[in-house]
């Protein structure tokens, strides 16, 4: 097994997952040691569909920023995980389920918005919220489906993410440049082949073990969100369709 893997525990081919988000929400709302702070990971990590349904919702950059800040520190509080558990479905459904009543009940109280002591808990690569929203083409997308969207975008990009940094661990960082999922694909096999000193074959080889091994870290990455494999093969056809609207 790779250091990769080993961070990621998953049980195959039956109904029990070791390590999903279900697991990080269930440890951190019965308390248990670490649970806040992985927590606070997947917050970090999922915070762009939050604030792209805030904003395509009407509501202004500043209170889009404020309110995805007040719920996300209402997750990490703990303060709405007193009912919940992988029975409600998929994490996606439940974080934006547990968003729309967050809002209601902001809406209900009129109170501040900003949780959190002040604390900035999104960022983006020193891009702002408003920035990163900016960036997106302007559709007719309802809130939900561009929750959707960007929720699918994430576990694209995570899962690039990590097939980098095994490439950059194996010393491969510059084939990853060329034959990686984000590569232009301006040059012909023969082409790279010449310039890493490999064959056109074992350039067409090496794309293809690394399609296949992006395709295994998307399907990691989306089993980490739901309770078992028939909501996994139901979520990456609901995801893949969600990308490509």
Not at 16 to 37: C, I, N, P
Not at 104 to 120: C, E, P
């Amino acid at each position: 097994m790779t250091q990769q893997e080993e961070s990621h525990p998953t049980t195959h081919g039956g109904a029990s997952f070791a390590t999903t988000m279900w697991s990080v929400v269930l440890a951190a709302r019965d308390g248990d040691a670490g649970g806040e702070q992985a927590l606070d990971r997947l917050c970090r990590t999922y915070w762009r569909p939050i604030y792209a349904y805030l904003r395509r919702d009407g509501y202004s950059p500043s209170d889009a920023e404020d309110l995805t800040q007040g719920f996300l520190a209402s997750l990490i509080a703990r303060n709405s995980m007193s009912a919940v558990g992988p029975e409600r479905g998929r994490f996606r459904s439940f974080l934006l389920a547990s968003l729309r009543h967050f809002v209601s009940d902001q809406r209900d109280h009129a109170n501040a918005l900003k949780r959190g002591g002040g604390q900035k808990i999104i960022s983006l690569e020193g891009e702002t919220p408003e920035a990163f929203y900016a960036r997106q083409a302007s559709t007719d997308e309802t809130p939900e489906r561009l929750f959707d969207r960007h929720w699918a975008e994430t576990v694209l990009e995570r899962a690039q993410a990590r097939l980098k940094e095994e490439c950059d661990r194996a010393g491969k960082a510059d084939l990853y440049r060329d034959l990686g999922p984000a590569a232009e694909r301006t040059r012909s096999h023969g082409e790279i082949g010449a310039a890493h000193g490999m064959s056109e074959n074992a350039v067409r080889l090496a794309a293809f073990r690394l399609r296949q091994r992006y395709q295994e870290l998307v399907r990691a990455e989306i089993r980490e969100t739901v309770s078992n494999d028939a909501q996994l093969e139901e979520e990456i056809r609901y995801l893949l369709q969600a990308f490509s609207r």
